[in-house]
């Protein structure tokens, strides 16, 4: 079972940016690896999505142009290079990585998905502010 370690979050200004990581370590080779987000008062949802091995991406509307999710498939990482940042990208973040076909990966139907889930880690504060 994949267990997720997040980091890199802290406090910025409007406009700055953050570089997240997550090491999500026994994720098998055909996984989505994704970035979820947990507004204050809101619920999980998909930010950012990337299947290992490839280059081809899905992205949230809210963060499509700002967010660049990458990964290191020999240090299990998954990134996410957040730039422009907004104070309603203001949330925990969390990662996670599941063994699905590639097209629910793209398409963004394993984001929606898997936000309704269980098993998180402990997720990263991200905090956008003047």
């Known amino acids: 079972q994949v267990q997720p370690v997040e980091s890199g979050g802290g406090s910025v200004q409007p406009g700055g940016s953050l570089r997240l990581s997550c090491v999500a370590s026994?994720?098998?080779?055909?996984?989505?690896l994704g970035w979820f987000r947990q507004q204050p008062g809101k619920g999980r949802e998909g930010v950012a999505a990337i299947y290992t091995g490839g280059t081809r991406t899905y992205y949230a509307d809210s963060v499509d142009g700002r967010f660049t999710i990458s990964q290191d498939n020999a240090r299990d990482t998954v990134y996410l290079q957040m730039n422009s940042l907004k104070p309603e990208d203001t949330a925990m973040y969390y990662c996670?990585?599941?063994?699905?076909?590639?097209?629910?990966?793209?398409?963004?139907?394993?984001?929606?998905?898997?936000?309704?889930?269980?098993?998180w880690g402990q997720g990263t504060k991200v905090t956008v502010s003047s």
């Open positions: 026994g994720y098998a080779v055909n996984s989505c």
């Open positions: 996670a990585a599941d063994s699905v076909p590639w097209d629910d990966c793209y398409s963004g139907s394993w984001l929606t998905n898997r936000a309704k889930s269980g098993g």
